[in-house]
């Protein structure tokens, strides 16, 4: 069978792993790729340049020319909007079947089959899902039986229920990053990679907090590991083929396991030897951690401190698992070895005010922090934060509607702020970007005196460029690799033509 995968401006692990499986059985994959050029769902979003820029004409063309058997759509809700669009194309051009998975999906399957463009949806995890589907297209018996994945027949919808979770994560395949080497700069740059799936907690505004409440809550290990042994060995099978430089575990929390990191620590920095980013709790960082995490060769921590406030932190936030005093211990941990690390903060929590940011900008003012990452908070579909919201009086059945239906202004612009939470907003993610180029005392006098609210007459491409001047100054790789994506697509727009992934890289 041709199957074609649609993915807008980004990697997708899961994609990849999806495409493994597929060729695993003998299909052809194709992947129809929109860089989605200021538009990217991230941080550029200039609509004149957007629309001069936009190629959802030819990702629909590139379907169409792959000849496909089935065409699928992995979504967030960030991107639900735009695979909504493609798959509406699709189906008007097209007599083929057509499946929507991936988070989005999960959360709100009812949702998206109820469009006339959808056929089936995939709810939960897809590999077996994806395996029992292509076989029974291909027997051309239709099985509408299939667990984890909805059907349409004749006017109902068939709502299968989900099958347990992959326990043994060693048996899934490598991802197949020749999909997307064309279009992201993983030749010479970033690979992206997973060896766990699942968090031990469930913060009320992240995904897992909707898989751990309404999919999976009576799983018992819904946290999995994948042996070290398979993580290295990826690790050396692919970097003879694409040649990265530099590694970015993706993992909700990649030190969970203390037994497991010290065997991984032990094993990559003799076998694998680059540098690495990765996700982690502060409570799970002290002495210990840090050396194996900076001999191993961690050159960049990623923290999701949110807030400094206590009340918000444990009783909206749902995270009491981390305090102050932990917070404090594991940043002056990566100090003491020389880790660099950001810090995630979010704005636009129910119940908070402009005094509870302030303390926060104080504190983050004081820490040797590389980046401040500020996003506005995006109520996720069916999350508890979204019951939050409502209670607040900040989102009514209207706003919910347009959460769910992909159509919320995204977090990197307001989200749901209110105004004057905009001006807050504003100020202090122009703050945050002088963060790591300013001295500590300029950057708390500026938060005392008050005088950091005029910051937020500076524009958005003022925070875009300290950052990127950041990204350059400390190698930062996750903002290089973004800069270097934009210029390799810039170059095939000028060019004219598209450029291998060598060339890309030069």
Not at 155 to 164: A, K, T, W
Not at 375 to 398: H, M, Q, S, V, W
């Amino acid at each position: 069978m041709n199957i074609t995968f649609a993915y807008l401006a980004a990697e997708s692990i899961a994609i990849e792993i999806l495409s493994s499986v597929l060729k695993k059985e003998g299909h052809s994959v194709t992947l129809a790729f929109d860089p989605g050029l200021f538009d990217d769902k991230q941080y550029l979003d200039i609509p004149l340049l957007k629309k001069a820029f936009s190629r959802k004409a030819d990702v629909l063309e590139e379907i169409k020319a792959s000849s496909p058997d089935l065409v699928c759509f992995s979504v967030g809700t960030d991107n639900y909007q735009w695979a909504s669009e493609i798959a509406r194309g699709v189906k008007k051009e097209l007599d083929v079947p057509v499946i929507f998975g991936g988070i989005h999906v999960t959360a709100v399957p009812e949702r998206v089959i109820a469009n006339e463009f959808v056929d089936m949806v995939c709810v939960g995890e897809g590999e077996e899902a994806i395996v029992e589907l292509t076989r029974s297209m291909e027997s051309g018996k239709k099985d509408t039986g299939i667990r984890n994945i909805w059907f349409k027949d004749n006017g109902n919808v068939i709502r299968n229920p989900v099958r347990p979770l992959i326990q043994d994560l060693d048996t899934v395949p490598y991802p197949d990053k020749s999909l997307f080497v064309p279009y992201i700069p993983i030749q010479g740059g970033k690979y992206m990679m997973l060896t766990s799936r699942g968090c031990p907690y469930q913060c009320t505004y992240c995904y897992n907090n909707v898989l751990r409440r309404s999919v999976y809550g009576a799983e018992k290990k819904y946290v999995r590991q994948r042996s070290v042994g398979s993580v290295i060995e990826e690790l050396k099978t692919n970097r003879e083929k694409y040649g990265f430089t530099n590694i970015a575990f993706m993992d909700d929390c990649f030190v969970a396991n203390r037994k497991w990191f010290r065997e991984f620590a032990a094993r990559y920095k003799e076998e694998v030897g680059l540098p690495y980013s990765c996700m982690a709790y502060t409570g799970q960082i002290d002495e210990e951690m840090g050396m194996l995490l900076k001999d191993s060769g961690c050159n960049r921590m990623m923290f999701g401190i949110q807030t400094m406030d206590t009340k918000t932190r444990e009783e909206v936030l749902k995270r009491s698992f981390e305090t102050d005093e932990k917070i404090k211990r594991a940043l002056k941990v990566c100090d003491g070895l020389a880790i660099p690390y950001s810090l995630d903060h979010i704005f636009g929590t129910p119940f908070a005010d402009a005094r509870e940011h302030e303390k926060t900008a104080a504190f983050y003012a004081t820490t040797k922090a590389i980046r401040v990452c500020c996003y506005a908070l995006f109520y996720y579909p069916k999350t508890e934060i979204t019951e939050d919201g409502i209670r607040a009086g900040i989102l009514d059945k209207n706003a919910v509607d347009n959460i769910e239906e992909g159509k919320a202004r995204l977090y990197v612009y307001g989200s749901s702020l209110r105004p004057d939470e905009m001006k807050v907003f504003r100020a202090l993610r122009n703050f945050y970007a002088l963060l790591p180029l300013a001295p500590s005392f300029l950057l708390v006098f500026l938060i005392k005196s008050g005088l950091y609210r005029y910051l937020r007459f500076m524009p958005r491409a003022f925070a875009l460029f300290c950052e990127a001047v950041v990204s350059i100054k400390t190698g930062h790789e996750r903002g290089v690799d973004y800069i270097r994506y934009y210029v390799q697509h810039l170059k095939k727009v000028f060019g004219g033509k598209s450029l291998d992934a060598k060339s890309a890289v030069e």
